[in-house]
């Protein structure tokens, strides 16, 4: 089983080109991750800025009207659309946290457990570097982001059971 010349020039080509493609997704990859990172910077600041706005607002207008039936899933809506906006800062601060702290390994630990892992490798990265101010503020978005999450659907929930029972009232009167 002996290999001529040809077959063995043939053989490593493949080798090294295939050498050299890994090489190149994992630059694409960094230069990917850098670019990101650096967007993040620039908007993490206007996103803290909407987000604390918006929370005001959920909290002094969207919970009040929660409690009457006609402004409920209008309410309910705003809330389930604001957790929206609170969810994807705190991604972009869990992922900057991740990234400042622990590098692009931790960042890559975080995005490879499906994306949201940068949450909990945020708030373990700065509980280890004793950045309790930071790790306050990722737990302080994240119960906002599900908490308004949560509280939308359920409030939208409300709103049906009652429309429900409201249209089932009237077509008994019909009959």
Request: hydrophobic letters at 60%.
């Amino acid at each position: 089983m002996r290999m001529n010349i040809s077959e063995k020039i043939k053989n490593a080509g493949c080798l090294i080109f295939g050498i050299l493609f890994l090489l190149g997704l994992i630059l694409t990859a960094l230069f990917i991750i850098k670019g990101a990172f650096w967007i993040g910077e620039k908007v993490l600041p206007f996103l803290l800025d909407v987000t604390g706005i918006v929370s005001l607002i959920v909290f002094f207008v969207f919970v009040p009207m929660t409690f009457f039936k006609k402004t409920r899933r209008r309410a309910g809506t705003a809330l389930l659309l604001s957790s929206f906006l609170f969810g994807l800062t705190l991604w972009v601060y869990s992922a900057l946290v991740a990234y400042t702290l622990w590098g692009l390994l931790g960042l890559f630990i975080g995005l490879f457990i499906l994306g949201i892992g940068v949450v909990p490798v945020g708030i373990i990265a700065a509980l280890i570097s004793g950045e309790w101010i930071m790790a306050g503020s990722i737990i302080y978005l994240l119960i906002l982001a599900l908490g308004s999450r949560l509280f939308g659907l359920w409030t939208i929930g409300k709103s049906e059971e009652k429309k429900e029972g409201f249209i089932d009232a009237e077509y008994r009167e019909i009959e």
